[in-house]
């Protein structure tokens, strides 16, 4: 763990009720170090030392963001993050401490939302937590309700068979709900909001991630992986060289 500029305030409730973060790292002072940073920062944090722990401590309690560890004893942080994600669009913060690129695929191909590499540097890891939470209360701002000539309220988007519900968060794909995780459905609001637009991927990191600085990419492609496996392969297209764009019908 290393130490940055100070990331704001000490406190990061949201109200009267702290935002909960359960931590699953094997490393005991790892562990500690993340544990006590968060703490400083007004989280409540909860730990598990092993993937079945993990699981066990996630099924058990509300938390509002899970950071794990890529290489777990029992179950590790791959295999917990899909047993998760079967369960929950709960953010995901992966760690790795190799910074391996087939683990930060396997992690993100998981469903994770993002990732940071160890040592881990406060600034970073507590800058991608909020960014992370302010994904999952996102709200767009939409200008009326009232309903056109379609008969549908003008904040339901509709392209082809896939509507978004911009009011109620909501998407559906052939009339069935489709099960968005936050960073998947951040995603689809900004296609949605400029359907056959190409968007570049820095500006998705900047827009969807909230990176402040650069990032890496690849978030944004397996991002765009898992949503066209839910909401169709067609749906979003791929201009090389460029980025994607929603394809309006």
Known sequence: MT???QVGSVSEARGP???SVLVVEDDATIRRAVQLVLERYGYRVAVAADGLSGLEAFRAGAHDLLILDVMLPELDGIGLCHRIREESP???LMMSARGDALDVVAGLEAGADDYVIKPVDTAV???RIRALLRRATFRPEVEGTAAGKSGRAD???VFGDLSVDTLGMEVRR??????LTPTELRLLLEFAAAPGSVLDRRRLLRDVWDYGWEGDTRVVDL??????KKIGSGRIETVRGFGYKLVRG
């Open 155 to 157: 904040h339901i988007l």
């Open 125 to 127: 890891m507590v800058a």
């Open 223 to 228: 991002c765009v992986l898992r949503l066209r």
């Open 174 to 179: 052939a009339g069935e709900t489709v099960s």
């Open 90 to 92: 709960v953010p995901v």
């Open 17 to 19: 009720a702290p935002v």
């Open 3 to 5: 130490s940055n500029a």
